[in-house]
């Protein structure tokens, strides 16, 4: 039944545009921290990190776990339907929109100009951030993973790099700020593209879904599901990071 549900929310091309950020994030990652040190064998290892079936099943154990199961068949219902349908496949399409540059800029764009304007869509999209939950939630999924992948760095590395407990701690928290500002700056134009074909009925709908213990139940099982997996990934990356970092191969 929970696998029924993640078919029917489409997660699974959720999860392939997630495996497609975290290996850009890689890529960039690599050019920071690596130069051209670490030849093909970075991309290799970001690669193996990021396997699809890996973060599909992890994520799947976690969600059903979380996910208690007499909200199953009501979320079912919802997004089975054609209005549920219609919904998850603009929020699908937008994500995988945002993959390119050109169109992030786009909706960012869209996002400033409606923010300046006293716009009916504007507080609708202003309630469903908040029913939801999805600036704190993120902030707090992001700097767990950021954490996490300081603590891989300073597993997998000697103590030049003088990761403490209380400096990584230190590091994380320095961030607070500027993950707050990219979650904003990422949340709103992606609700933004994505709700735009809708209709406020339709947008109406899914905040009340949202607001129903099925809906709360539903957004923390998917939020704590993606916590534990990022912050898994975040690990791995740091650790295989501290291994390139110091010449060696993995």
Known sequence: TVRKLYETMRMDEIIEIMRLEGLAYGEDLGADMLGNSSGAGWPRAVEQIYRVERMETEFLEEFERRLEPQYIDPLITFFGSDQGLEITNFEVSARRALLDED???????????????????????????TVNDLIEANVAGTMNSSL???EGLATGNDQSLGLTPDRIMSLVWEQETEIRANTREWVYPFLTLAF??????????????????AGQALNKALLGAFDV???DISREIGTSAAVYMQGEDI
């Open 148 to 150: 996490a992948f300081y």
């Open 103 to 129: 169109v992030e800029e786009m909706a960012k764009q869209f996002w400033k100009d409606l923010e300046g304007e006293i716009d009916p869509r504007l507080e609708i999209i202003e309630r469903f951030v």
């Open 229 to 231: 997996l990022f912050v």
């Open 196 to 213: 735009e074909p809708l209709s406020d009925a339709d947008l109406e709908a899914y905040i009340a879904m949202s607001e129903s213990d």
